[in-house]
């Protein structure tokens, strides 16, 4: 690891405090994920060098008012060891990178917006590019198979209503776990989301995940869970498994279906702009990624069904 200037033991005690008080800010202000929070916290302890410590960030209390010559101390602290601290991840993959370099730019852009830090370090971070990768998506018949499969495996239920959710409806593993029998309206054929940054949408309930829905007994808050939400690993094993029994030939991932849903929507002709709010994208950009599935699938049904592709007819010339 390289070297990098190290701080007193009363400004590491004033940092904890600070990150703390981020860390309830992302939770309490922006509706950051559980998952969200864990990352950033462990990525902050990484950046300062005291991983440990920052285990118990969210029993700690953030008592003192900030001192100026601490927050001076941090900040200068901070902007040396930026350089030292992009070196150390630069082995790590794109996506890794760009998630602790954001960690860092949301806590400094957070300390200056709330009059903390007086220069904003997090103009000086940025972020690698990382390659948008076209998502793997089922066909329409695998995804039948795959609720077949859920559907005759009478010990476990809830994976198949868990399936349901994510194919029929298009969340995220997160959104399904989470799901409470309030935000369904059977009668209206409408469900609420709370997805990411506290944002909320409504989306349309098929019939057939209302009637499976309507079968199933309320008990508790949650959909998938009594007294609880899902934790979201176990949901993510009960797909796993449920795409081993189907005997896919590669493994099935909760977003498999999401994005599924989303290019089965694309080449049944929907809209774009409607795919987009059904998703929770914030952008349509993030949307687009699909059109690319929906050209592909396009070219692959058009060479199989385009009569030279059946015929032995070659259009290369003849050689002499």
């Not at 054929?189 to 199933?216: N, S, W, Y």
């Not at 949901?235 to 290019?263: D, K």
């Not at 990624?289 to 070219?299: E, G, I």
């Amino acid at each position: 690891m390289s070297e990098s200037p190290q701080l007193s033991l009363q400004d590491r005690q004033f940092l904890s405090g600070l990150v703390h008080k981020y860390l309830k800010y992302l939770e309490q202000t922006q509706a950051a994920s559980h998952l969200t929070i864990k990352s950033y916290a462990i990525d902050l302890g990484q950046f300062f060098q005291s991983p440990k410590a920052f285990k118990s960030l969210l029993s700690n209390n953030f008592k003192n008012s900030p001192s100026s010559e601490r927050v001076k101390t941090l900040l200068t602290w901070s902007a040396k060891r930026l350089p030292g601290a992009q070196k150390e991840w630069s082995p790590l993959q794109p996506s890794t990178r760009q998630r602790k370099l954001s960690a860092m730019r949301s806590f400094f852009k957070w300390g200056y917006q709330e009059g903390i830090f007086e220069s904003d370090l997090s103009l000086k971070i940025t972020a690698p590019k990382v390659p948008q990768k076209i998502p793997h998506f089922l066909s329409l018949d695998e995804c039948l198979s795959v609720l077949q499969t859920a559907k005759e495996n009478t010990k476990e239920p809830k994976t198949l209503t868990l399936a349901l959710l994510l194919y029929g409806l298009g969340l995220r593993i997160s959104e399904a776990c989470h799901l409470k029998w309030d935000q369904i309206h059977l009668s209206e054929q409408l469900v609420r989301i709370r997805g990411k940054g506290g944002t909320e949408r409504m989306v349309a309930i098929p019939r057939f995940l209302g009637d499976h829905l309507k079968c199933l007994p309320q008990k508790g808050d949650y959909v998938l869970a009594e007294g609880h939400a899902l934790n979201e690993r176990t949901g993510y094993q009960w797909i796993r498994n449920l795409g081993a029994r189907t005997g896919l030939t590669r493994p099935l991932h909760p977003h498999s279906l999401r994005h599924s849903y989303a290019t089965h929507l694309l080449n049944s002709g929907s809209d774009l702009r409607v795919i987009q709010m059904l998703l929770g994208h914030k952008s349509l950009a993030a949307t687009q990624k699909y059109t690319h599935l929906s050209l592909d699938h396009l070219s692959r049904e058009m060479e199989k069904a385009h009569p030279l592709s059946a015929s032995s007819m070659s259009l290369r010339k003849k050689s002499k």
